[in-house]
């Protein structure tokens, strides 16, 4: 059975930062690219960030580089993103998705809101 799970989100003041992860499991998680999806209120789902299964590759963004990090542990099969520098724009609910060929599955959501 397949699970994403992520975790790690909550409420920040604008310019903190936030670690999210993504524990997967039932599948064979270095064969995945992992990305983070985000959705606003109001907004389509937003792709926010892509690492490959091997974790040598990543890719953003044009509104987050230089303040999120995506990485993985194949060891613990679990994905992050690290986001720093915060601001309002960044709320919404942040998804893990894996993909690999024509599979893939998303988590439930973890709800990041960012507010003074």
């Known amino acids: 059975q397949v699970q994403l799970v992520e975790s790690g989100g909550g409420l920040v003041e604008p310019g903190g930062s936030l670690r999210l992860s993504c524990a997967a499991s039932g599948f064979t998680f270095s064969r995945y690219a992992m990305s983070w999806y985000r959705q606003a209120p109001g907004k389509a789902r937003e792709w926010v960030a892509v690492?490959?299964?091997?974790?040598?590759?990543?890719s953003y963004v044009d509104s987050v580089k230089g303040r999120f990090t995506i990485s993985r542990d194949n060891a613990k099969n679990t994905v992050y993103l690290q986001m720093n520098t915060l601001n309002t724009e960044d709320t919404a609910v942040y998804y893990c998705?894996?993909?690999?060929?024509?599979?893939?599955?998303w988590g439930q959501g973890t709800r990041v809101t960012v507010s003074s």
């Open positions: 998705n894996a993909r690999y060929r024509s599979d893939g599955y």
């Open positions: 690492i490959t299964g091997t974790g040598d590759s990543t």
